[in-house]
């Protein structure tokens, strides 16, 4: 089996590669091809993965292969190890892979945990007859 290539970048040319691909992103003509395939996808996620992804994954592949990734799955695939690798220690790696990730995943609805109250406590011990005995 070949071995794949993959480029051995610092920290700081890994910061550089994300602002090229987050720029890339954002060109005129990358939010036209990234729009149009969101609104063919709709909300539909076997349609995202179809259609946005793909987009999304040659945008991303047309600045990676810039720094040595090869312009394929396999170049993505080590391109977005290499960023989990550095975004759990890096603020900043994290900040722009949450950006790039921003452009073709979709928002994911907040989780909101309900934590009661002490009124609302007391008014459920109150209202399920679990009441303190009386002598």
């Not at 910061?15 to 149009?36: C, F, H, K, Q």
């Not at 960023?83 to 790696?93: A, C, F, H, L, T």
């Amino acid at each position: 089996m070949a071995q794949v290539f993959q480029p051995n970048l610092s920290q700081e040319q890994l910061r550089g590669v994300l602002r090229d691909v987050v720029a890339a992103y954002d060109l005129p003509e990358n939010e036209t091809r990234m729009e149009e395939a969101k609104d063919n996808a709709g909300n539909d996620m076997m349609k995202m993965m179809q259609i946005v992804f793909p987009v999304a994954t040659q945008i991303q592949q047309e600045v990676i292969q810039k720094y040595g990734f090869t312009p394929d799955g396999d170049g993505a695939i080590k391109f977005a190890q290499l960023v989990r690798q550095y975004e759990n220690i890096d603020p900043e790696i994290a900040q722009m892979a949450a950006q790039v990730k921003s452009k073709f995943l979709p928002p994911m609805p907040q989780m909101t945990s309900f934590v009661p109250t002490v009124s609302q406590t007391s008014q459920s011990t109150h209202e399920s007859g679990a009441q303190g005995a009386t002598v």
